[in-house]
């Protein structure tokens, strides 16, 4: 193994139910549903055997630095008292290395209690917004059927609060086509967010997310197009928008930050709620047991994770993707697109992303505007 492949990011699946009844979840809603079998929280034991196996990998590949997030299901189902547990046990296992810990809550659960012990344990906070209450509640609705903007807003307005406003990570925005991308964004730009996360709906080849269609049509990029004009043109900047800045640092030479595009070998690990090592999460859209390893914290290393034919599979840079991706002109930007997005039950992993026609039309349209802003010096 070279020196130079190691994980930095860890993310914990704290919780393994959530109280909402959200339509697109890939963790309820879609092929795997092996959260029924899970634990429903992590225990204080297995919380002890990952941090453990993240001293180790910390000290074999000499890190200064990782991130651990938790996540579920709902994770602040779990209660304060479990959050302030969980970040002694990490740091305390970790001296002299900076531990960046975070949540991904439906800010539903935040109150004064639950944000204190976060912010207490220096514990970043991001929560999923799909824009106002009619974009929001189309599909992030309570298992009764009712809309959970206003919850949300409830826990945002304490978050973004002077007193806890130091915790607010960000925002995460599942697109959807029938949401004005424009009236979304500034829907989310009203909270001043440091960062918005616009996310494409998890589906594939086998099972086309809303709106594709498999022909050459591409509204998914159209919309993006659209809120990342809103977004470019605003003077002075508004906020970091992790997907439009991951294209331009992309154009420009750089590495992405996220995983929806870019090549970028896979830096994180997830460990399910009962100490399962997996791969990226969202592999549960796909197929029951996508996600899967086959490895336990109680008994194999992060290093072993590295080793696993997927996680290689997804450290092999244009080689490793389909001949229609290696012979694009957009390739060294878009990467194949989100490995998940990739799938079908036919040829695998061994496709174009299904956004495939979004991708090439919103990537190109960022490079113009960015190569017609840098003029001659591009």
């Known amino acids: 193994m070279s020196r130079t492949e190691f994980l930095q990011q860890f993310v914990l699946k704290v919780a393994s139910r959530c109280d909402l009844g959200c339509d697109y979840c890939y963790v309820y809603r879609m092929a795997d549903h092996s959260f029924a079998t899970q634990p429903r929280f992590m225990s204080a034991g297995t919380i002890e055997r990952t941090a453990d ?37 990490i740091r305390d296992r970790l001296p002299g290395t900076r531990v960046d810990l975070l949540v ?14 976060l912010a207490d344990h220096r514990i970043t906070v991001g929560v999923s917004l799909d824009g106002g209450p009619d974009h929001h509640d189309r599909h992030r609705r309570r298992r009764d059927g009712g809309g959970t903007h206003e919850q949300t807003a409830r826990g945002l307005a304490l978050l973004t609060g002077d007193r806890f406003r130091p915790i607010f990570g960000g925002l995460l925005c599942v697109i959807d086509l029938a949401n004005n991308p424009v009236e979304v964004y500034e829907a989310l730009v009203r909270h001043r967010p440091p960062e918005i996360d616009f996310l494409l709906p998890h589906g594939n080849w086998s099972r086309p997310p809303p709106g594709r269609s498999g022909d050459s049509a591409a509204p998914y990029g159209a919309w993006l197009c659209a809120a990342f004009d809103r977004w470019y043109d605003a003077s002075p900047p508004e906020t970091t928008v992790r997907l439009f800045d991951d294209v331009i640092r992309l154009c420009l030479g750089r590495s992405a930050r996220g995983e929806q595009i870019g090549l970028s070998p896979a830096s994180f690990v997830v460990i399910d709620t009962d100490g399962a090592l997996q791969q990226v999460d969202t592999l549960k859209s796909v197929r029951p047991g996508a996600a899967g390893t086959g490895l336990h914290v109680s008994a194999d290393s992060m290093d072993d994770v590295l ?3 997927g996680l290689r599979a997804r450290r092999g840079g244009v080689a490793a993707l389909c001949a229609t991706c290696r012979e694009c002109s957009v390739v ?7 490995y998940v997005h990739r799938w079908s039950s036919t040829g695998g992993f061994a496709n174009p992303s299904v956004y495939c026609p979004d991708l090439q039309d ?17």
């Open 53 to 89: 196996r993240i001293a180790e990998h910390v000290t074999a590949h000499r890190l200064d630095r990782v991130e651990v997030a938790f996540h579920g299901g709902e994770p602040l189902l779990a209660g304060p008292d479990y959050f302030v547990a969980a970040a002694r046990t």
């Open 104 to 117: 991904q809550t439906h800010g539903g659960l935040l109150d004064e209690s639950m944000l204190t012990a």
């Open 362 to 378: 919103f990537i190109g349209h960022v490079v113009r505007r960015v190569s017609n802003d840098l003029g001659p010096a591009r």
């Open 307 to 309: 080793e696993h034919p």
């Open 332 to 338: 060294r930007i878009c990467g194949g697109g989100s």
